[in-house]
Nanobody, 126 residues
Framework: EVQLQASGGGLVQAGGSLKLSCAAS????????IGWFRQAPGKEREGVSC????????FYAGSVKGRCTISTDSAENTVYLQMNSLKPEDTAVYYC???????????????????WGQGTQVTVSS
């Protein structure tokens, strides 16, 4: 059974950093695409970043490019999202998702992903 467990959220001041973790079970993160999404109150879920270990590619939303880094730890079967220079507008519930195949241009479409973990709250104070 494919399962994802997101963690690492919290309350941080603007300019601070957080490292989110997405622990996977039931499959290898080396064989799947893993994505990070976020959803703020009253807004649609949006793609933040995606990594394809099989293709060696990463994608970032324009709003986080240069501030976030996605990475994989194969031994821990976990994908991380390091977020730096956080802004109040980064406040949201962050989710990780997995799919065996995603068209690269569609990575930011939440509806395209098959498996989801529960969210972890990130709150950035000004």
């Amino acid at each position: 059974e494919v399962q994802l467990q997101a963690s690492g959220g919290g309350l941080v001041q603007a300019g601070g950093s957080l490292k989110l973790s997405c622990a996977a079970s039931g499959f290898s993160v080396d064989a799947y695409n893993i994505g990070w999404f976020r959803q703020a109150p009253g807004k649609e879920r949006e793609g933040v970043s995606c990594i394809s270990s099989t293709e060696g590619t990463t994608f970032y939303a324009g709003s986080v490019k240069g501030r976030c880094t996605i990475s994989t730890d194969s031994a821990e079967n976990t994908v991380y999202l390091q977020m730096n220079s956080l802004k109040p507008e980064d406040t949201a519930v962050y989710y990780c998702a997995a799919d065996v195949w995603i068209k690269s241009s569609w990575w930011g479409r939440a509806a395209e992903w098959d498996y989801w973990g529960q969210g972890t709250q990130v709150t950035v104070s000004s």
